[in-house]
């Protein structure tokens, strides 16, 4: 059993990495970035990893407001920033652009950088709607370029593990029509049930937070809610349909969801029958965030705990059952239990970290492909950009189904919602 996480000493290791101090030396070529946005959110998310990511620089930083963005370019050592998206869009030294903008932008500002020959990295969710992330990743695989979503809890060792006592069948679970791979059961056995809660206090936000406006795009389904369905989709596989969904509205709207709950269900494939529930706020009444993962079969139960942030310490508690015969008890009767605790931490690195790693690896090989016209890279590079497409796409579908089920409309991306309702330009 591993020691509770206040005791180990190694703790304070994985925060300054998460940090991002004590970086390596930059290989050369990097992956060159240049963020869209001069958020809190981009320097975790990719200030502080690229400097432990060798592979990774980030060379630019655009806002609305020029003064943001020089001072905060300043402030993190980024040597160019702009004072429009459209200006470091047009930088032919910027390789990729990692979008870290309002929901209801994210679309309109990927396609400007896919049009602008550019890699992207996205934070999630992926678009307002599903209709907007096909439209979005049919021009990054007509240009042939990476456009991921950023979830990035899904990169980490705690994920791989989890997967593998399930039996999930690949990092990117398939999404498309009946016979796609599921998740065989693993440890578990036949999966019964999957329970997945993210839940922010309602501390984190206030009342004014783009999560909150409609014209943003903003949601709890949107924010929290993504990362249930997203980690529901990645453990099991398949495509499951919304059963039922409540939403809780935030105050004086109408529109925009505080907190949203709902149930799935599996009609097709092995895992036919099996069901999941999901909880997702940003106005939690509990002192901390919570992110759990609950998974229930044959064999026994799964409880994982901060699966989103797990460099902050996380609990994996598997208790499994087997019938006597087959733990050799031949003068006993019924089931025998048994239940271990691990905390999965790899490398020691943040969830950021592996995420950027891969985003760069991934855009080096799509690179290479094209330029060596191997076949074998060609394919790989192929599967890099279907795999981002269907995955991104099956996460915004099952998105706006959760919506319609709570009798809520899908968002709609910001140009069209300001049709409705005017959008601070402030924050665009």
Known sequence: MSPPAILDIGQLQRVANFLGLGGKLKSQPTVRVGMLGASQVATYAMIWPARRVPQAEVVAVAARDGNRARDYAKEHGIPRSYGSYEALLEDPDVDAVYVGLPNGLHGQWMRAALKAGKHVLCEKPFTANAEEAREVQDLARSRGLVCREAFHYREHPLMEHLRALLGSPSLVVCSGPPGCQEASGGVLGRLRSVDVAVLIPKWVFGGANIRFQEGLAGGAAMDAGCYCLHAIRSLVGGQPVVESAAAVMAPKSQVVDAAMSGTLRWLEGSNTGLGASFRASLQHDGPLPVSTIDVRGDRGHLHCSNFIMPVFGN??????????????????????????VNRVYGSGESTYYY????????ICRVKDASKNGDEGALLMASTILLDDATDSIASMHLVDEVYLAAGLAPRLPSAKASMIQPVDPAIQ
């Open 355 to 362: 995420q950027l790693s891969r985003f760069v690896r991934d």
């Open 315 to 340: 609990v994996v508690r598997l208790t499994t059952t087997a019938a006597a015969s087959e733990t050799g008890n031949v003068n006993g009767s019924g089931n025998a239990a048994s239940t271990t």
